[in-house]
């Protein structure tokens, strides 16, 4: 587990994953339309979960779970990680996924604000970007509703798990935006 901080918002505790998270990670990563979306393959059992833990969530900073303060539920992460395509180490690149229960319900753009607000007053960040397919409309209202500005179109930019190749819509935010 990262040594960093919970942050808190309204509805919502983002706080450092642990091992103990990978039923929840898996109910929510085996969705059909979850993945897709982002890039990754639904995951097929819970082994394939906690194999993919170390690497993508453990040992990452500044990935956070994403839990349901009424209930607990861990049902989601997000992460402000480095961003491959910027040369710049004042810069971040934001992702998340939840499960599709809980997606039209404001969690996510609640998220992202209060993930926002982390890389500007506690990392100190100067841009802060995000990627998505372009038939990602969720995620683009998500941004859009954030204060993300569209940066433009990158082709062919990403290969998904199944070998199709996807062109890429970039955002960013500033601190002053």
């Not at 993945?35 to 500044?62: C, D």
């Not at 500005?149 to 890429?168: H, S």
Request: glycine fraction near 8%; charge should be negative.
């Amino acid at each position: 587990m990262m040594d960093y901080k919970t942050i808190e918002t309204r509805r919502l505790q983002l706080r450092p994953l642990r091992e103990s998270d990978a039923e929840a990670i898996y109910e929510y990563s085996r969705g059909e339309n979850v993945g897709i979306n982002a890039g990754w393959k639904p995951h097929e059992s819970i082994e394939e979960t906690r194999e993919l833990m170390p690497v993508v969530f453990l040992n990452q900073e500044y990935v956070f779970g994403v839990v349901l303060k009424e209930t607990g539920k861990l049902f989601g992460t997000i992460g402000i990680i480095p961003d491959p395509k910027r040369q710049n180490d004042r810069t971040r690149m934001i992702g998340y996924a939840i499960g599709e229960d809980y997606w039209g319900k404001g969690f996510m753009t609640e998220a992202v604000l209060a993930t926002l607000r982390f890389g500007f007053e506690e990392l100190k960040l100067d841009l802060i970007s995000a990627y998505c397919y372009p038939h990602n409309e969720k995620s683009k209202r998500v941004l859009k509703k954030c204060g993300f500005q569209y940066e433009g179109f990158l082709r062919l930019a990403e290969k998904r798990y199944d070998g199709t190749v996807l062109d890429n819509e970039c955002y960013a935010i500033t601190k002053d935006m």
